[in-house]
């Protein structure tokens, strides 16, 4: 193990920030993880770098979880149960899966980040949350460097969270998520009306996992930045849900606002919508920004800093709630 001094974090975070690491290591194996964690117990955890905003240089050691490799650990005529390492990037499993005909999962394509994240968001876009497909995360116990497994229910899965990001934030590593696909009878999920459309465009009634998959690579880069071009990490705030009295209040000032039912006394609010609705996309402002084509990300033209992207995404909340009286809720770990 080899651990290096004052990296830059740029390259390891989706929104291209720059900050320091000032002791920084990669380890790309369960075992070699464990030895660490006798020595080492104030880590801070990086993986694809997808879902966090940093804020300021890393004092405590900073660990790159690249733990790679996919098993198949039994199947049958119609199942097969797959058991996919942490440090696997999510958008590349997912094609990998579409290529070999296993589906549920190719809803969630090109959705930045690893595999070993994926729980801890309950990632999900177009109608499907990964949620649906684990079985199990197995994940170092960080005091004691034992490896522990969550069966889905002990995950606690709730719209974009988990136990992960509540009671056991911080004291569990994952190194492993395992998923149940289908390989024949797939249950495909294309009434999203995006989906649909997108479908429809290419003239497909019977779709594909491939299909699919193709429709919602197309839709996301239609309308999210790469990356790679430009720093961000997709979705900055949630959908909100709020009360049905509350929307039917909205509704009579805004009749043309979006929504979702979610229950009989709950309905949700696209974020986007209500972000656009003041103002703020396509705003820039000097080298950070909110999107122009998706008011819901928030980006890094170059050189901008993690604070000034926090502190644009305050305003946006403290704007949304003086016009709405909705409180946003970040999607996005802060790091300050």
């Given at each position: 193990m080899k651990i290096l001094e004052n990296i830059s974090l740029k390259q390891y975070n989706t929104f291209g920030i720059s900050v320091n690491a000032k002791r920084f290591i990669s380890v790309d194996s369960v075992y070699e993880l464990q030895q660490l964690l006798k020595i080492e117990k104030d880590i801070f955890l990086i993986s694809g770098g997808s879902n966090m905003l940093l804020t300021k240089d890393i004092e405590n050691l900073v660990v790159h979880?690249?733990?790679?490799?996919?098993?198949?650990?039994?199947?049958?005529?119609?199942?097969?149960?797959?058991?996919?390492?942490?440090?696997?990037?999510?958008?590349?499993?997912?094609?990998?899966?579409?290529?070999?005909?296993?589906?549920?999962?190719?809803?969630?394509?090109?959705?930045?980040?690893?595999?070993?994240?994926?729980?801890?968001?309950?990632?999900?876009?177009?109608?499907?949350?990964?949620?649906?497909?684990?079985?199990?995360?197995?994940?170092?116990?960080?005091?004691?460097?034992?490896?522990?497994?969550?069966?889905?229910?002990?995950?606690?899965?709730?719209?974009?969270?988990?136990?992960?990001?509540?009671?056991?934030?911080?004291?569990y590593i994952i190194t492993s998520v395992s998923f149940l696909l289908t390989k024949i009878t797939h249950n495909l999920n294309s009434s999203?009306?995006?989906?649909?459309?997108?479908?429809?465009?290419?003239?497909?009634?019977?779709p594909s996992l491939k299909n699919i998959?193709?429709?919602?690579?197309?839709?996301?880069?239609?309308?999210?930045?790469?990356?790679?071009?430009?720093?961000?990490?997709?979705?900055?705030f949630k959908n909100p849900v709020i009360e049905?009295?509350?929307?039917?209040?909205?509704?009579?000032?805004?009749?043309?606002?979006?929504?979702?039912?979610?229950?009989?006394?709950?309905?949700?609010?696209?974020?986007?919508?209500l972000i656009e609705q003041a103002g703020f996309k396509g705003k820039r402002f000097g080298d950070f920004g909110v999107h122009e084509k998706q008011a819901l990300v928030l980006v890094n033209y170059g050189n901008a800093s993690g604070i000034e992207i926090y502190e644009l995404a305050k305003k946006i909340k403290e704007t949304i709630f003086i016009k709405f009286g909705i409180s946003l809720e970040i999607e996005v770990n802060i790091i300050t």
């Open positions: 979880i690249d733990i790679k490799g996919i098993s198949i650990d039994r199947e049958n005529h119609n199942d097969i149960y797959l058991t996919v390492n942490a440090g696997e990037n999510w958008h590349d499993f997912v094609l990998w899966c579409v290529s070999e005909n296993y589906g549920g999962i190719e809803n969630l394509s090109l959705i930045p980040g690893n595999v070993g994240t994926c729980p801890i968001q309950n990632i999900g876009a177009y109608g499907v949350e990964v949620k649906d497909t684990i079985t199990k995360v197995e994940a170092l116990e960080i005091e004691t460097g034992k490896l522990v497994q969550f069966s889905n229910t002990e995950c606690n899965f709730g719209y974009r969270n988990s136990i992960f990001k509540n009671e056991k934030k911080g004291k999203y009306g995006a989906i649909e459309a997108e479908l429809a465009s290419k003239s497909i009634t019977n998959s193709d429709a919602v690579i197309a839709i996301r880069e239609s309308k999210l930045p790469d990356p790679k071009k430009i720093g961000n990490s997709g979705s900055f049905k009295s509350q929307f039917l209040k909205l509704q009579n000032k805004y009749p043309k606002i979006p929504s979702y039912v979610v229950s009989n006394t709950e309905i949700k609010v696209p974020a986007g919508w």
